[in-house]
């Protein structure tokens, strides 16, 4: 699960093997998108429309998980960021306007919606339910940040066996 991008593979005969998106592309940006009639959009389709509602297209969530309100980081990716991120008990939440109505999200929640395509990404290509995962994240997460991808990982149903590092799982990849 990536900022910016995410991919997703399997172990097979020794190695891993990474999974196509529908596109047939090895990466799926790591992009959520809710249109004005409430269409929610993943992945590449959700980057694709960012012309259309750059206020409600989401990316770069990952910089948001498992921080809290006062975090200099947070303010400042805040700042850099085309949507709303809003103080909802001392964490950050997406405030998004869809149909006229105004909706907060967690970052776990966004994150759980581009797992969930990972998933069905998965399921589709091996023909068999997916219920378990291991998550990559940076070395530099905290116990905060890791806990906040087990609770996206939940929402997205599946069962974290583990969360690795990163640079852990590019060197099993390649």
Request: charged share 25%; net charge neutral; proline share 5%.
């Amino acid at each position: 699960m990536g900022t910016t991008y995410s991919c997703v593979g399997f172990w097979k005969d020794g190695r891993v093997e990474i999974i196509p998106n529908e596109q047939g592309n090895r990466v799926t940006p790591s992009w959520v998108a809710f249109m004005e009639d409430g269409e929610r959009l993943v992945g590449e389709a959700a980057k694709n429309q960012t012309v259309t509602t750059p206020q409600n297209t989401l990316f770069g969530v990952k910089r948001l998980l498992g921080r809290h309100w006062g975090d200099e980081k947070l303010q400042r990716d805040r700042k850099e960021l085309p949507y709303a991120i809003v103080n909802n008990e001392g964490k950050p939440n997406i405030e998004l306007s869809i149909q006229g109505q105004q909706k907060l999200f967690s970052p776990e929640e966004i994150s759980a919606m581009v797992l969930v395509t990972l998933k069905e990404t998965s399921e589709a290509f091996l023909g068999v339910p997916v219920q378990r995962a291991v998550i990559a994240c940076p070395a530099s997460f905290n116990d905060a940040q890791r806990e906040a991808i087990k609770a996206a990982a939940a929402k997205a149903r599946l069962r974290l066996e583990r969360i690795i590092n990163e640079s852990t799982a590019a060197a099993i990849a390649y």
